[in-house]
């Protein structure tokens, strides 16, 4: 099972970008799938989550500004992110929840310039 997530960089607060995350090796659809961020100093947090059925759940401090989705027959969720302060300066990680168990991806470095 491998998740291989794109789409970080570098952007300017108040821009955008979308995160990519596809899950291969499994047969089927991940149960959940999640992103999450990690700031230096600071514990790993949940970004956003979305059921196989399109039920989604955000984070506080991302809440109008990200979107998640996915597309379920390509196993692949997305992170739209707009409105990006330097706060949202993190690590992310994608997330796969399948057959009971938790798979993660390696992180792509978001970094947003003041």
């Known amino acids: 099972v491998q998740l291989q997530a794109s789409g970080g960089g570098l952007v300017q607060a108040g821009g955008s970008l979308r995160l990519s995350c596809a899950l291969s090796?499994?047969?089927?659809?991940?149960?959940?799938m999640a992103w999450y961020r990690q700031a230096p100093g600071k514990q790993r947090e949940l970004v956003a989550s979305?059921?196989?059925?399109?039920?989604?759940k955000y984070g506080d401090s991302v809440k109008g500004r990200f979107t998640i989705s996915r597309d379920n027959a390509k196993n692949t969720v997305y992170l739209q992110m707009n409105s990006l302060k330097p706060e949202d300066t993190a690590v992310y990680y994608c997330?796969?929840?399948?057959?009971?168990?938790?798979?993660w991806g390696k992180g792509t470095q978001v970094t947003v310039s003041s």
């Open positions: 997330k796969g929840i399948y057959a009971g168990m938790s798979f």
């Open positions: 090796g499994i047969s089927g659809s991940a149960n959940v």
């Open positions: 979305i059921s196989s059925g399109g039920t989604t």
